[in-house]
């Protein structure tokens, strides 16, 4: 085995292993998650539009609703949706949108952590793309394959796939795919470890959602630039980014987002030694969780603020916060917040009894 192989190997193994649920940097914001291509602004236009036949109009209406209900995190209803697009949008003849929602129903799959149904679709979809010379559908699907191959642990496949893509898309011409082509392989390197490639990829996406004018594109590439700064040797250098980021997150009001971006500033502060400001960061993400009831949220804030209490010393507290937020999500019914909560106990446990035997 080559020195290549042998890398690639150890790349895929380390995928599994974070595949099993081991936080990485910027878990709440990289390949894993199944966030919209963000068309919805593009399609509420197409819906508005009298020279439009009235199916694609209808079909743009029902695309709004999946796309939204997708960044609720409503995968069930997403799927719905998107399948009454789908059907509308093929009685239409309209292959761009027909393409686009495709793309919806594959992320909700994905969501659903439905790894079989995501790739049964993509490689359908992408098989008759290939036989009808659909290329808008290729390209579309094979961005969709690269993104499954990631979830599941075939990321040199995917890099592969991503790259495929992208080229399509520049051939295209369609400059909002290719930036988001982009943005899914800088994270696919994110996953890989290879910041220098992640943060080429993620600049390169962030200077296409600028001539765009796209700023939540252009906020989720600044994300990723900023985490792919932290991988490197200086992760402090990665504050100043991620700082401008959460501006543009909250200028949108995109609460996810922002959450990301301050558990990544946490994530920052506790590399760099500083847990009283990882603290403070965490809290605030936990604070905008919670009002924003976004129980992923407030448990990855969670566990980064539980972090920053053991480093610094204080794992009484940590531990006592973590019991709160378990007998807070259990009162409410919200058992994905408890068991975030229960795993964050543990944590300080574990921390209470290594300091106890040192």
């Known amino acids: 085995m080559d020195s290549r192989s042998a890398r690639d190997n150890e790349k895929e193994k380390k995928c599994e292993i974070l595949s099993e649920g081991v936080r990485w940097v910027g878990s709440l914001r990289g390949s894993v998650d199944a966030l919209s291509d963000g068309l919805g602004c593009i399609y509420s236009g197409l819906a508005d539009d009298d020279s439009m036949g009235f199916k694609s109009r209808e079909g743009a209406v029902l695309f709004c609703a ?20 789908l059907a509308v949008f093929k009685e239409a003849g309209d292959s761009k949108g027909y393409a686009d929602t495709l793309r919806i129903i594959v992320s909700a799959y994905r969501m659903q ?52 893509a992208l080229k399509m898309f520049r051939t295209t011409g369609n400059k909002k795919m290719e930036a988001t082509a982009q943005l899914s392989l800088a994270e696919t390197f994110l996953v890989r470890d290879d910041s220098i490639a992640a943060l080429t990829a993620a600049e390169a996406a962030a200077d296409i959602f600028k001539d765009l004018e796209d700023a939540r594109g252009q906020a989720r590439a600044q994300l990723a630039i900023a985490q792919a700064i932290m991988k490197s040797e200086v992760p402090q250098d990665a504050v ?22 301050q558990c990544l500033l946490a994530e920052v502060q506790l590399e760099s030694e ?7 960061c965490a809290s605030q993400a936990l604070q905008v969780s919670r009002k924003a009831n976004y ?4 448990g990855a804030a969670l566990t980064r603020l539980i972090a920053a209490h053991v480093d610094s010393g204080d794992v009484r507290r940590a531990l006592g916060q973590s019991r709160d937020a378990a ?29 106890e035997e040192a």
């Open 240 to 261: 100043g980014v991620a700082k401008r980021a959460l501006a543009m997150a909250q200028d949108l009001g995109d609460v996810r987002m922002q959450v990301a971006i």
């Open 113 to 164: 952590q439905d790894k079989k149904s995501a790739l049964d679709i993509v490689k359908e979809e992408l098989e008759k793309a290939k036989a009808s010379g659909d290329a808008g559908l290729e390209a579309s699907m094979m961005l969709s394959l690269g993104e499954v191959n990631v979830m599941i642990c075939k990321t040199v496949d995917a890099v592969k796939n991503l790259e495929g």
């Open 295 to 298: 129980t992923k949220g407030a």
């Open 327 to 355: 007998s807070y999500y259990r009162s409410q019914g919200n058992k994905r917040g408890e068991a975030d909560a229960q795993d964050a106990m543990v944590e300080a446990l574990l921390a209470e009894k290594d300091r």
């Open 274 to 280: 500083d847990p009283p400001e990882a603290a403070r």
């Open 66 to 85: 999946a796309e939204g209900h997708l960044n609720e995190e409503m995968p069930d209803e997403a799927i719905k949706a998107a399948k009454d697009a």
